[in-house]
């Protein structure tokens, strides 16, 4: 606790010290002045006294755990207890990490007499995706007699955690969850008869040859047809390249944020479009080693620890290592999985070493590469007339990026791996609808 001099203690000093300046010449004021020095000392020290007996500012306390979403404002509720329950004047001022912003720096806050308790919830912006621990409460109040301002600086145990932002695709995605089957909603028409076996029947003229259950029919004495059904539980996995690509800075919404940042926010809600489909879900995360791997499961429960496991990543220095993450996958998935391998292709070594060990996986796996489409990778004659002679190499060298890409395309088309160039602006949305397409054509 620190003491520090309230104005009204400076203000008495300052006319103690102008009484003795004007009855310094004259001793027969000695007395008086000395008087009137003395009483501003007693005083002050009383009241320091005082202070120290039972004027503690009040003990600030918040939540074990304040949840905010990247780039939109929220609060940290903030409760001051007050045992004597007496009125009091609180300043209060809290240290926030340095991603955060706040309109204000400080505030006063009025405990009303009878009180044991009050709140205020301190508004703020998160600017950046991650986990902070503690939060620093500074609180300032008067003395009994206003002469000191008693100081504290406490370390709350509080978690913050700043959740990647969702709401800037609702626009994107408002028309894609439409199609769930419930009530007031679209019905996607699926294509095909399913693969999943549902029941046994007797047979019916237009029933294929490869329809008949050959051993049911020798076993019943007629013939005995197979009905499917659509599959109702996949399984889908996002990989994600943590790798030092994914640095890349991008700029959406007026914001600039890495590749990382882009690929995270459209995992998450294509995981959310996976639990809302009923799909099983599952998450993994590679550098030049897997950091993360979570197996697929289903429910609000688990895209929650799939959004928790991911809250505090961040882009890595190091350069991927295909082998690994195709080994880990090969060995730990033993069902056919959709996988949409969220990367970046356009180094040359990379995408040899991926066309060289992909293969391992999509013999058994759909498995879809998803590039985000760097600023002017576009055919030559896209867009807009060019405007000036630098503008001219621009889009050359553009061209050159784009048919590097189409030709890796067409290099891991054999293999039965897609790849899609996905814009910065749709991502999430576009990515939706590749899934969305896969269920409703049944190519899992």
């Known amino acids: 606790m620190n003491f520090i001099p309230a104005k009204n203690l400076l203000w008495l000093v300052l006319g103690a010290a102008l009484l003795a300046a004007v009855a310094g010449p004259l001793p027969e004021l000695a007395p008086v002045w000395l008087l009137v020095l003395g009483g501003v000392g007693l005083a002050a020290l009383a009241d320091l006294v005082a202070s120290l007996a039972g004027a503690h500012p009040p003990a600030a306390s918040v939540p074990a755990v304040v949840r905010f979403t990247k780039d939109r404002a929220g609060a940290v509720p903030v409760t001051f207890a007050n045992p004597g329950g007496r009125a009091r004047r609180i300043r209060f001022a809290p240290g926030l990490p340095a991603t955060f912003e706040s309109p204000d ?3 006063w806050v009025d405990l ?7 709140r205020i919830d301190w508004r703020c912006t998160p600017r950046r995706r991650g986990r902070h621990a503690g939060l620093l409460a500074c609180t300032e109040v008067g003395s009994p007699f ?17 959740y990647p932002n969702l709401f800037s695709e609702r626009r994107q995605l408002a028309a894609l969850f439409l199609s769930r089957g419930q009530n007031g909603a679209v019905v996607q028409r699926m294509v095909g008869r399913g693969r999943e ?7 019916l003229p237009g029933d294929g040859y490869d329809e008949i259950h050959w051993k049911a029919t020798a076993k019943r004495g007629h013939p005995v047809t197979k009905v499917f059904q659509t599959e109702r539980t996949q399984e889908i996995y996002v990989v994600l390249d943590a790798s030092r690509l994914s640095a890349r800075p991008v700029v959406h919404d007026g914001i ?3 590749a990382l940042e882009r690929s995270l926010t459209a995992a998450l809600v294509l995981m959310l479009a996976a639990e809302r489909q009923g799909d099983r879900f599952g998450l993994a995360v590679h550098d030049d080693r897997v950091r993360l791997f979570l197996r697929a499961g289903h429910g609000a429960g688990h895209y929650a620890a799939c959004r928790e496991a ?20 090969r060995t730990n998935l033993r069902r056919r999985a959709l996988l949409f391998f969220l990367t970046d292709l356009t180094d040359p070594v990379l995408a040899e070493d991926f066309v060289r060990h992909v293969r391992v996986l999509s013999r058994q796996h759909l ?6 489409c760097p600023p002017g ?15 001219v190499y621009a889009r050359l060298a553009g061209h050159v990026r784009w048919s590097e890409m189409r030709a890796l395309a067409r290099q891991l088309k054999p293999l039965g791996v897609t790849v899609a160039m996905l814009t910065n602006e749709a991502m999430a949305a576009q990515l939706v609808t590749r899934y969305l397409q896969v269920k409703r054509r049944q190519a899992l």
């Open 105 to 107: 720096e400080e505030a």
């Open 112 to 118: 009303p007499a009878g009180a044991k308790h009050a």
């Open 146 to 162: 206003g002469l000191w301002r008693l100081r504290t600086r406490a370390l709350l145990p509080c978690e913050l955690r700043i």
């Open 197 to 203: 076996f549902e029941k046994l029947r007797d047979y």
């Open 256 to 258: 600039e944020q890495t």
């Open 310 to 329: 991911v809250l505090a990543l961040q882009p890595s220095d190091r350069t991927p290592d295909i082998a690994e993450i195709v080994r880990h996958l």
């Open 367 to 372: 498995v879809f590469v998803c590039q985000l």
């Open 377 to 391: 990778v576009a055919p030559l004659f896209a867009g807009a007339e060019v405007a000036g002679d630098e503008e």
